[in-house]
T-cell receptor, first 113, second 116 residues
């Protein structure tokens, strides 16, 4: 069965600090997809990244970077030089099929000025 | 390109009443999903459609929940005989399925249901 664990319930940092959000997943499939979504206080889930299981290259997008390691079943998300606008709940999700996406419980990030 | 829209944004109802929510997907998207999100949790998958066909409904929470997408465009989610435990955010997402790969789902703002 597929499962996503985000062990960090809440993280608080001061602006400009770097912060890493952890995501560990479980799956029996060799083909799967991993996602990160951001849910700001307004409530709408915003898509950040999608990764398939055959692509272990790390990705960087501006201040955001993702580290995918199949050996440890992890897909961690790092925000460099955090800003107040980064405050949100961040969800990691796993999809083994084209229809069923399982989300972790989320990590609430607070960035203080 | 407008995003996914949901109406109403908030719904307050009394226990035992029926409620219906609407979701309008991104216009060219052929897949539409419904999720429920309770406080402090991630979204929980309920059901999904490809065009007008409902391809998965075993994860609907009970037989009080039903969904339709009659013309393959907008969708409705109905909850009959609401219970206090149904209070949650109901999220809709849509995607464009073009190949065998998993597609990326884009979410609407949600409908927050409060059952008194």
């Amino acid at each position: 069965a597929q499962k996503v664990t985000q062990a960090q319930t809440e993280i608080s940092v001061v602006e400009k600090e770097d912060v890493t959000l952890d995501c560990v997943y479980e799956t029996r499939d060799t083909t799967y997809y991993l996602f990160w979504y951001k849910q700001p206080p307004s409530g709408e889930l915003v898509f950040l990244i999608r990764r398939n299981s055959f692509d272990e290259q790390n990705e960087i997008s501006g201040r955001y970077s993702w580290n995918f390691q199949k050996s440890t079943s992890s897909f961690n998300f790092t925000i460099t030089a955090s800003q107040v606008v980064d405050s949100a709940v961040y969800f990691c999700a796993l999809s083994e099929y084209a229809n069923d996406m399982r989300f972790g419980a989320g990590t609430r990030l607070t960035v203080k000025p | 390109d407008t995003g996914v829209s949901q109406n109403p944004r908030h719904k307050i109802t009394k226990r035992g009443q029926n409620v219906t929510f609407r979701c309008d997907p991104i216009s060219e998207h052929n897949r539409l999903y419904w999720y429920r999100q309770t406080l402090g949790q991630g979204p929980e998958f309920l059901t999904y459609f490809q065009n007008e066909a409902q391809l998965e409904k075993s994860r609907l929470l009970s037989d009080r929940f039903s969904a339709e997408r009659p013309k393959g465009s907008f969708s409705t989610l109905e909850i009959q005989r609401t219970e206090q435990g149904d209070s949650a955010m109901y999220l809709c997402a849509s995607s464009l399925m073009t190949s065998g790969e998993t597609d990326t789902q884009y979410f609407g703002p949600g409908t927050r249901l409060t059952v008194l």
